[in-house]
DNA sequence: CAGCATATGCTCACCTTGAGCATAAGGAAA
DNA sequence: TTTCCTTATGCTCAAGGTGAGCATATGCTG
């Protein structure tokens, strides 16, 4: 029965505003939506946009993509990458057995921010909101040693044999830092999935009948928060190698500025000499001799990045703690 | 019409043998082959194993895969993770506009060589034999000057306009490596694109009714021959951050025998000393005392993989050049 | 003018990487 | 037995990258 399979597209869009990752989130709807929406989200919970595969319409799915996202949002998408598809059964937590499997090519999409219109009450958020324990700018979350390790350990205390157990607490020491060796930023999806797992977050607790706040972090409806997580891993990741800020920022922008925005989205502080030795040493970008007032301090020179680099390097990323 | 969508998975199997990389084969059938087969390849074209989605069947995409793959090549896969999703029109370079859109989830598999049985001639086959000039293990392939140079840059100025022709060898500079930057092992779809534009490949050449040795390198049915592009380039990446080389290898070997298999992949020859002291000041093998007296010369010692490597490093790889 | 805040320049220790020299230990040839 | 060839293995060194911190510059505010 080819036809009990639908498949649509989802978008993780992410733009960094006031030194904060937000993504594009849309209300989940209360009643089923038709192929709009095949998969029924908890009403009230935020979902990632979500649009149809037509078979006749466009060329590419990126370009499917992007025209759906223009006409439900008002978007024009800049960088466009495909994450991951996700495909497999049991993705809407609420589910039921009789639904159709629904396969998801999610794609990541980096945007500046601008308003968003429709009807389905897109808005940005926070990444954090979502994935609180990823944001590490003001040193280690609080979240973790109060709840999330704790927790965590009760789980593995919880394991069937001994073996299973002291592979969980492996587990949990690679994802969450515990070990020898510290947070690695990258992690993101398997700090998800572990959590998930362990039934820490709304989602993976079926006796949770919707209340807001049970769980690690906000909810989101489906797996979309796990598509979420996979997002931020891979943008943490591509920043490493590719110059991917310079779709987040406007056209001109003082170096600090830039390492706020990477700071916001791989959520860890950097060391402000070396991230400018980095990103001026490396040509990704050119002073434009024209300077910011507004710094509060000595002013800023502006600076734009140098396309040029593309053709000269190998990686030009920037190379971030913990790779 | 969702029941005009077609998904289905594709396996890119890989092994290392005799110090060359392979890639399960299949030979493309004759004649329309239904569900099992929606795109039809040209006739005797080899093609990657293709298994359809059961909706019913399997919880998850990989364990469809590692069923089907097991059911019709009689393979255990080892190591799986999903590569890419293909669902663009044209993917059929025979194709006719009324076939249906079929949406392709590949998947990268490795594992040890082993004899594969089945029905649909499974074989393996060098992957250089699709992408002869991915190997630069005795140097710079001939290929390169003799032919795929000269003919991207007759390419190069037959372009429209003489900003594209500029872009166009700006492009041909990064993929291919003529730069002041050299060869870089990971852009292996970014070069099979390139040839693909330019038509320089089989695949991207109407007019060729089928003869084999038009084109660069051998091709393969749809577009399968990017699917492995996109799956080389995927491991070659892989080997630097992740162990995922003893995937490919016996329990025991030596280091030599280990560092051919990595070459073999990335296609470079590697420093044999630089090779030793990564690998093993690494931590990522030990020494099991036990010798290989095969060599030919001083008798190697035998290594094993040493798996609490991944509870102490972070990214335990093989920093490979280009990195 | 003092004090504050941010920008920007520079140094230094440490580690990694690329490359090569030198020695060890087998087998085969002389 | 000795020589030579082959591969294994150990060690060194220069060059460049990275993490961290000190010092100075330059605006604004009181």
């Known amino acids: 029965m080819p036809d009990s399979i639908l498949v649509g597209l989802n978008a993780v869009i992410l733009a960094v505003t006031d030194e904060t990752p937000r993504v594009l989130t849309l209300a989940g709807r209360d009643g089923r939506a038709g192929a709009a929406e095949p998969l029924q989200a908890a009403p009230g919970l935020d979902i990632l946009p979500y649009g149809p595969l037509d078979p006749e319409a466009d060329r590419t799915l990126e370009l499917t993509l992007r025209n759906w996202v223009r006409e439900r949002t008002g978007l024009e998408l800049g960088y466009v990458e495909q994450l991951y598809t996700f495909g497999d059964r ?36 926070d990444c954090y909101r979502y994935l609180p324990w990823e944001d590490w700018r003001e040193g280690r979350p609080e979240l973790l040693d109060a709840e999330i390790l704790p927790a965590l350990e009760g789980w593995a205390g919880r394991a069937p044999t001994p073996a299973e157990e002291s592979e969980r607490r492996a587990r949990i020491g690679i994802t969450f830092g515990t070990g020898d060796f510290g947070w690695d930023a990258y992690r993101t999806l398997e700090r998800y999935e572990l959590l998930f797992e362990a039934g820490l977050v709304h989602e993976s607790r079926p006796s949770d009948d919707g209340g807001r706040d049970s769980g690690l972090g906000h909810p989101m409806g489906l797996d979309h928060r796990r598509i979420l997580a996979t997002a931020l891993g891979r943008v943490r990741g591509k920043l490493r190698y590719r ?79 913990g790779g």
Do not use: C, M
């Open 90 to 125: 049991n993705r809407d937590p609420a589910g039921r057995a009789g639904d159709p499997r629904v396969i998801s090519v999610a794609y990541l999409a980096l945007v500046r921010e601008g308003t968003p219109r429709g009807t389905e009450r897109p808005r940005w958020r």
């Open 243 to 321: 110059p991917v800020v310079f779709e987040l920022v406007p056209e001109r922008f003082t170096l600090l500025r830039l390492q706020r925005v990477v700071e916001a989205l791989v959520g860890i502080g950097l060391h402000k000499q070396n991230f400018r030795r980095l990103v001026e040493r490396g040509g990704l970008v050119e002073g434009t001799g024209r300077l910011d007032t507004e710094t509060g301090g000595r002013p800023a020179e502006l600076f734009r990045f140098r396309p040029e680099v593309l053709l000269e390097r190998r990686a030009p990323g920037l190379g971030i703690p």
